[in-house]
């Protein structure tokens, strides 16, 4: 019998060494995580819906995870801006983002020109929240509900009502969209920059109809003086406004659209990052107190996580696609 004898070179050992240094730095890389602040990217303007949403998990994040949460605003396009920001970044665990219904399931199918691709460059972690949307008018106008509204925009077809929304493709604009075709009337869309002045133009007259997510104009309608909310758009009525109708029960029965948040973290980052990140966003998002603060912005806590987000993404896909094209609707 031939016996034969293997010789570790010190190459071959440093290099061993080496190796094994790494997996035990990894380890423990992976075991310390996070070990330095988490940015967490806004794709809209500060003071917005999703900056408020995107703050109080910020908050409740920190706690769990025992970093800080830097919430950094990269507003534009929709959202495409800070989105296309969050594809790009290193993923390590250390850049997430809070998406929306907007960026992740309706701008694919309005701009041409796409910065990330919402299906292959982004792994969900949780859906953060919903809200409503609500049908606001001038305190001072005849219309006092949603039949108001439906009879006056069949009877005034010379001179459309005028709807404001946040802007071209966003979810409040289909939001309108929507309500056109559920109500069969036609309505002459104004888009703004955000609700800062699409609320002025409310209160001055300058349009008719104001359409925005619930938290961004909740102050305005629970104070009364100058905006009456006339419906809100979910299946339910919201416990913040609890005497404003839903558009269902106002005679469309079966509308309801929701607005809604996510987390998202950049594909390919580590399986150790997403666990964590994961099992923080499960327990934050079903603690009371993050429950109180995102109920006080008319928001409901998700409970949506990983592949059932991506499901729940599908079928809003399949919804807002076929709105789209059936209306024609474009970005500018």
Not at 99 to 121: A, C, E, R, S, W
Request: proline content about 7%; aromatic content about 6%.
């Amino acid at each position: 019998m031939t016996s034969t004898s293997h010789t570790v070179t010190p190459i071959r050992s440093l290099a061993l060494a080496t190796l094994a240094a790494c997996c035990v730095a990894s380890a423990a890389h992976a075991a310390g995580y996070p070990e330095r602040p988490v940015t967490l990217i806004v794709p809209f303007p500060p003071a917005g819906t999703t900056d408020l949403i995107a703050r109080h998990v910020a908050q409740a994040l920190e706690k769990e995870l025992g970093q800080t949460i830097v919430v950094e605003n990269r507003a534009g396009a929709g959202g495409n801006v800070g989105m296309g920001a969050l594809a790009r970044a290193k993923a390590d665990g250390y850049t997430i983002g809070l998406g929306t219904v907007g960026t992740q399931t309706i701008n694919q199918f309005l701009y041409k020109d796409m910065p990330f691709d919402p299906q292959k460059d982004f792994l969900p972690i949780a859906l953060a929240g919903t809200t409503p949307n609500v049908i606001a008018v001038n305190a001072k106008s005849d219309i006092k509900s949603l039949k108001d509204l439906i009879a006056k925009a069949k009877a005034a077809k010379d001179k459309p009502l005028s709807y404001a929304s946040p802007g071209v493709g966003s979810s409040v604009h289909l939001t309108g969209a929507y309500l056109e075709d559920a109500a069969g009337i036609s309505m002459l869309h104004v888009p703004f920059k955000g609700v800062s002045g699409s609320m002025p133009a409310l209160i001055g007259g300058q349009v008719d109809i104001l359409m925005d997510n619930l938290p961004s104009t909740l102050s305005q309608v629970k104070d009364g003086k100058n905006v009456r909310g006339i419906a809100v758009t979910g299946a339910q009525r919201d416990p913040s406004v609890p005497d404003i109708p839903t558009v269902a029960e106002s005679g469309l029965p079966g509308f309801d659209v929701s607005a809604w948040f996510a987390l998202y973290a950049p594909a390919g980052t580590p399986p150790g990052a997403m666990e964590t990140l994961t099992a923080a966003a499960k327990k934050v998002l079903a603690s009371d107190d993050l429950k109180q603060k995102l109920q006080q912005t008319s928001t409901r806590p998700g409970t949506l996580f990983g592949n059932d987000l991506v499901a729940f993404e599908k079928k809003e896909r399949e919804r807002w696609s076929k709105l789209i094209n059936d209306k024609h609707i474009q970005s500018k």
